[in-house]
Every structure is written in structure tokens, then in C-alpha cells.
């Protein structure tokens, strides 16, 4: 069964402390990507990555890190340097390389984190 | 920089009955892709359509089409016989071809279909 997997669906965690949040594909995808929803807002773009071992910043990647060790695993590291990381963080995976009529980004379930 | 605009922050409609949802976006390039993604109160993001910015014939999947104006920069969704599950929320994504993947997203619609 394809798909992207997030995990956990709900993290909590108190100020000053480091989270890192799952993702994992089985899709082959080469491309993943991190987003961020705030309540009212659409989507906004943390990090990317197009092939293993390389990942580039998006908007918003402030207080954030990520890692790209294994095509089907990107997880996403939440420091305590983000000053309001309470939000829901969405995972998205693409064939990636050439961007081509087919690329379209299939995101997972999400993970809410809300700092105590 | 590329933005998307979505004006409408919530809509409803008569369960089988037709709503258009409405996006504009501002960009000066030539070469891009737009995207209507839907999210249910589940709030896993699904693709509902996609459109090539060079194709002049709109996108339709199955209830689903656009209008898609390229000198006017706009993009709607056309909901035809609408039905209980296509309550949630809509976002309309830009992405240039050359931004590496880069969607851009409006703020989203509501839409409620009622019984």
C-alpha cells in the first residue's frame, strides 16, 4: 500500500525543548517537502529536498532543520530557536528531478504540535 | 513573488447544485502550473485538479472543472452536483516551473455543502 506516513499525529512539547517529526514514503518519490498551516492561512513552504543528502530552505526555515539520509525518510527537527512553532505540519513527496506535467505533490496525514 | 488570492473565505451550496470557487494569482512568469487541493475536516490535502499554464483547454475531472483566464491571472473551481463530501476546505497552489517544487498557496475557501 503507497503512501506517506507522518508521525506522531499529535505532539506536545514544552518550551525550550527540540521535536522532530516523522515522515516516510514508499512511493519512490525522489522530491519531499515540509509544510506549515497556521489556522486561516494556507500552506507555507519550510524546507525541500529533490535527492538524498541535499535539501534547500523555504519561507519559513527559521527555527527549523531537516535531514535527507534515505530517499523515503525526511524528518523535520522543530528547535527551540522557533519562537511560535504550535501549528500543523504537513509532509508532501513528488517524483521530483524534471519537474514535468506528472509532478504533482501528494501529502501525508499531518502531525499538530502544540507547545505547552 | 508569486501570490495567490483567494477572496472568498467561506462558501455553502445546496447539496446537488453547482458552486464555482474563485482565484487569483499574480505572477510575471510564463511557464507554471496551477492546483485546486481539497481538505477535509481530516484535513489530509488531496489533489483535486491540475492545469498546465501553456494549455488553453481548461481541466475537468469527473464534478470537478476550471476556468482557467491566463491574461486575466485567474483560476476557478467549478463544482458541479455537489455532494455531503465535498465539504471542507479548498486551496488554490501556484508553482513555476522553475521554483524546484515550490507551491504557493492562497489562504483557502470553505465551502459547506448543505442537505
Known amino acids: 500500500d503507497g503512501g506517506i506516513t507522518q508521525s506522531p499525529k499529535y505532539l506536545f512539547r514544552k518550551e525550550g525543548q527540540n521535536v522532530t517529526l516523522s515522515c516516510e514514503q514508499n512511493l519512490n518519490h525522489d522530491a519531499m517537502y515540509w509544510y506549515r498551516q497556521d489556522p486561516g492561512q494556507g500552506l507555507r513552504l519550510i524546507y525541500y529536498s529533490q535527492i538524498v543528502n541535499d535539501f534547500q530552505k523555504g519561507d519559513i526555515a527559521e527555527g527549523y532543520s531537516v535531514s535527507r539520509e534515505k530517499k523515503e525518510s525526511f524528518p523535520l527537527t522543530v528547535t527551540s530557536a522557533q519562537k511560535n512553532p504550535t501549528a500543523f505540519y504537513l509532509c508532501a513527496s513528488s517524483m521530483g528531478r524534471e519537474f514535468s506535467a506528472t509532478d504533482t505533490q501528494y501529502f501525508g496525514p499531518g502531525t499538530r504540535l502544540t507547545v505547552l | 513573488a508569486q501570490t495567490v488570492t483567494q477572496s472568498q473565505p467561506e462558501m455553502s451550496v445546496q447539496e446537488a447544485e453547482t458552486v464555482t470557487l474563485s482565484c487569483t494569482y499574480d505572477t510575471s512568469e510564463n511557464n507554471y502550473y496551477l492546483f485546486w487541493y481539497k481538505q477535509p475536516p481530516s484535513r489530509q490535502m488531496i489533489l483535486v485538479i491540475r492545469?498546465?499554464?501553456?494549455?488553453?483547454q481548461n481541466a475537468t475531472e469527473n464534478r470537478f472543472s476550471v476556468n482557467f483566464q491566463k491574461a486575466a491571472k485567474s483560476f476557478s473551481l467549478k463544482i458541479s452536483d455537489s455532494q455531503l463530501g465535498d465539504t471542507a476546505m479548498y486551496f488554490c497552489?501556484?508553482?513555476?516551473?522553475?521554483?524546484?517544487?515550490?507551491?504557493?498557496f492562497g489562504k483557502g475557501t470553505k465551502l459547506s455543502v448543505k442537505p
Open positions: 497552489a501556484f508553482m513555476w516551473v522553475g521554483s524546484q517544487g515550490n507551491l504557493i
Open positions: 492545469q498546465e499554464a501553456y494549455k488553453q
